[in-house]
T-cell receptor, first 113, second 111 residues
């Protein structure tokens, strides 16, 4: 148990669906991150939020839309995804953005059909 | 170019053996972490080690920042050590620092 939870753990969605991934951290951290891990590839940073403000968007397609209503919660809204978006989506948090130890949630395994 | 490089990519051990995993960086070491990813995808923090040496049970890690590498040592390996080991560091990109992961070392420990 790392103090970071993610729901759902598994998600299957069609290309025309809209769904959201949720992340919550109970560590009192101020920075939260979304990563994508595809098969046979390293983890890729998608977004960083620091004190609820987005500080990094690593050239992510607009079909992925993050939302950070407060420092404890992070969402990833999904719409009109492609099959190549199937991956493990990992959320992480750290005390502050940059230069801090990150703690990861268990991930959401997403399959786009 | 490759900014965080891990070796070996795959490793198979017999229970009880020792091993060394390596992480090389093409830029300065800033925020080095080692993780273990279990078969269910959970990343477990092993070490936060931008410099120096740390030990935790059968695991230890050393980072030599001046030479841009870090080593993870696993002694007396157990089957539960199986999984993928990642190193990660903050890499300079376009004026900011981006957490960047290596491709990982996939470890299988046989009983």
């Amino acid at each position: 148990e790392t103090g970071v939870t993610q729901t759902p753990r598994h998600l299957v969605m069609g290309m025309t669906n809209k769904k959201s991934l949720k992340c919550e951290q109970h560590l009192g951290h101020n920075a939260m991150y979304w990563y994508k891990q595809s098969a046979k590839k390293p983890l890729e940073l998608m977004f960083v939020y620091n004190f609820k403000e987005q500080t990094e968007n690593n050239s992510v397609p607009s079909r992925f839309s993050p939302e950070c209503p407060n420092s404890s919660h992070l969402f990833l809204h999904l719409h009109t995804l492609q099959p190549e978006d199937s991956a493990l989506y990992l959320c992480a948090s750290s005390q502050e953005g940059g230069g801090d130890e990150q703690y990861f949630g268990p991930g959401t395994r997403l399959t786009v059909t | 170019g490759i900014q965080v490089e891990q070796s070996p990519p795959d490793l198979i051990l017999q229970e009880g053996a020792n091993s060394t995993l390596r992480c090389n960086f093409s830029d300065s070491v800033n925020n080095l972490q080692w993780f273990h990813q279990n078969p269910w995808g959970q990343l477990i923090n092993l070490f936060y080690i931008p410099s120096g040496t740390k030990q935790n049970g059968r695991l230890s890690a050393t980072t030599v920042a001046t030479e841009r590498y870090s080593l993870l040592y696993i002694s007396s390996s157990q089957t539960t050590d199986s999984g993928v080991y990642f190193c990660a560091d903050d890499v300079s990109s376009g004026g900011s620092y981006i957490p960047t992961f290596g491709r990982g070392t996939s470890l299988i420990v046989h009983p």
